[in-house]
């Protein structure tokens, strides 16, 4: 029998550590010790769309709720297509793949990131979103690791994972809110919680907010988003 490979004990040592967190921060926080990056985000798919399970950080949190904004970006596409999305340097080539979000990302936007899909066959549960500081072609041991360590959070989500598809863990507060105010547009506009989503994402958008802004702003009844696009404060 082939022994496991040395990087699955040391990232399942780094989950059993952080057993006194929550766990999705855990698994981010594992996914940054073993591997040579800065931070990791989880996004996961809900029925409204996709939403943020776990960052490392506030500028991971950050970059992904702009790519939820904006519908663009290389979690997008790792999702979309089913495959690891690689970019060495963001700057070099993100303007002319993603210029939405290039165009919202701050000064501290990382220099590579690298997508990779969590899904088993044909179950597509999310993606992690690996990010490193300084542009670097990923080598193929960095490669053969990471794509190790997507599988361990594939199998982790899936193994807590409801019968009805619930991931298990509780979402982060901002994919919380966006759930409550999809989910009052659904109530106030007759619409499916899809379409919601998008009326949420293209106020969003529209007006240079993050989708959460706007999410805490319909909670808060400060927002309400109307059938005709005048949507009224």
């Given at each position: ?7 699955v004990?040391?990232f ?19 996914c940054?010790?073993?591997l ?34 904006v ?40 220099s ?39 599988h ?36 106030q ?32 009844r ?12």
């Amino acid at each position: 029998m082939t022994p496991p490979h040395p990087l699955v004990a040391e990232f399942l040592a780094v989950l059993a550590e952080s057993a006194g967190e929550t766990t999705p921060a855990g698994l981010c926080r594992a996914c940054v010790s073993v591997l040579p990056v800065a931070r990791a985000a989880i996004v996961v798919h809900s029925a409204d769309g996709w939403e943020l399970l776990c960052a490392s950080d506030e500028v991971a949190a950050r970059i992904e709720a702009i790519q939820a904004t904006v519908g663009d970006g290389p979690a997008i596409d790792a999702i979309t297509g089913g495959a690891p999305v690689l970019v060495p340097d963001l700057t070099a080539t993100g303007f002319a793949r993603w210029p939405a979000l290039l165009d919202t990302l701050d000064h501290d936007a990382p220099s590579a990131v690298f997508a990779f899909p969590l899904q088993i066959g044909a179950i597509r549960l999310g993606v992690l979103d690996l990010y490193r500081e300084a542009p670097q072609v990923l080598s193929s041991q960095d490669m053969t690791s990471m794509t190790l360590v997507a599988h361990l959070v594939t199998m982790t989500l899936l193994n807590d994972a409801g019968r009805d598809g619930d991931p298990g863990w509780e979402l982060s507060p901002d994919a919380q809110t966006i759930h409550q105010a999809t989910g009052m547009v659904v109530a106030q506009l007759g619409v499916p919680a899809r379409e919601a989503y998008v009326r949420l994402q293209g106020h969003a958008f529209a007006h240079g907010l993050l989708l959460g802004e706007v999410a805490a702003d319909v909670v808060a009844r400060r927002l309400r988003l109307t059938s005709d696009g005048h949507d009224t404060r």
